[in-house]
């Protein structure tokens, strides 16, 4: 067990719960899989045609300005493989939400990207990830994750959420 992770699709956070004065406990696949995409991976130094494509700019230099930030873990510095962890959906904040399907492809691409290292570290044997608009507010995404375990016959199917501010 590992602890878990509530996720606030709302705030865009997630945070440890306490139940009956102790940490509630969950799933560790499920907890991998949320830091894997709600941390913020470090923006990389040039953007993707597919970045540029929904309006995505390139971050810039951190030092010259606060909305320029790269983000990021300090602690990837140290990373054997130089493979950074979490995932760039942080920058979907700075997409514009035209030609939805394109937004939805990015999407897809940036959750492969976070989660493809339970795929190389063998946690995974495969991963489907399925996007679409939430039928119920506009400005969120859904994606549902199914990652499948090496010898497991099902998989373990994950579902979250990702709201745009300000639109």
């Given at each position: 067990?590992?602890?878990?992770?509530?996720?606030?699709?709302?705030?865009?956070?997630?945070?440890?719960t306490?139940?009956?004065?102790?940490?509630?406990?969950?799933?560790?696949?499920?907890?991998?899989?949320?830091?894997?995409?709600f941390?913020d991976?470090?923006?990389?130094?040039?953007?993707?045609?597919?970045?540029?494509?929904i309006?995505?700019?390139?971050?810039?230099?951190?030092?010259?300005?606060?909305?320029?930030?790269?983000?990021?873990?300090?602690?990837?510095?140290?990373?054997?493989?130089?493979?950074?962890?979490?995932?760039?959906?942080?920058?979907?904040r700075?997409?514009?939400?035209?030609?939805?399907?394109?937004?939805?492809?990015?999407?897809?691409?940036?959750?492969?990207?976070?989660?493809?290292?339970?795929?190389?570290?063998?946690?995974?044997?495969?991963?489907?990830?399925?996007?679409?608009w939430?039928?119920?507010?506009?400005?969120?995404?859904?994606?549902?994750?199914?990652?499948?375990?090496?010898?497991?016959?099902?998989?373990?199917?994950?579902?979250?959420?990702?709201?745009?501010?300000?639109?």
């Open positions: 067990m590992d602890i878990a992770i509530i996720w606030n699709a709302r705030e865009s956070r997630g945070d440890w306490i139940v009956s004065g102790d940490l509630a406990l969950d799933n560790p696949l499920r907890s991998a899989v949320m830091v894997s995409i941390s991976r470090v923006a990389p130094d040039q953007s993707s045609p597919a970045d540029f494509a309006a995505i700019q390139e971050p810039g230099n951190a030092a010259v300005s606060g909305l320029n930030d790269r983000r990021g873990w300090w602690g990837d510095a140290y990373e054997p493989d130089g493979i950074p962890i979490g995932s760039r959906l942080w920058q979907l700075r997409a514009i939400k035209v030609g939805e399907q394109t937004v939805l492809l990015e999407l897809k691409d940036i959750l492969k990207e976070c989660l493809q290292w339970l795929i190389d570290d063998g946690v995974a044997a495969s991963i489907a990830i399925q996007t679409a939430s039928a119920v507010s506009p400005n969120t995404a859904e994606f549902a994750i199914s990652v499948f375990e090496p010898g497991a016959s099902t998989p373990q199917t994950f579902l979250f959420s990702w709201a745009w501010e300000g639109l």
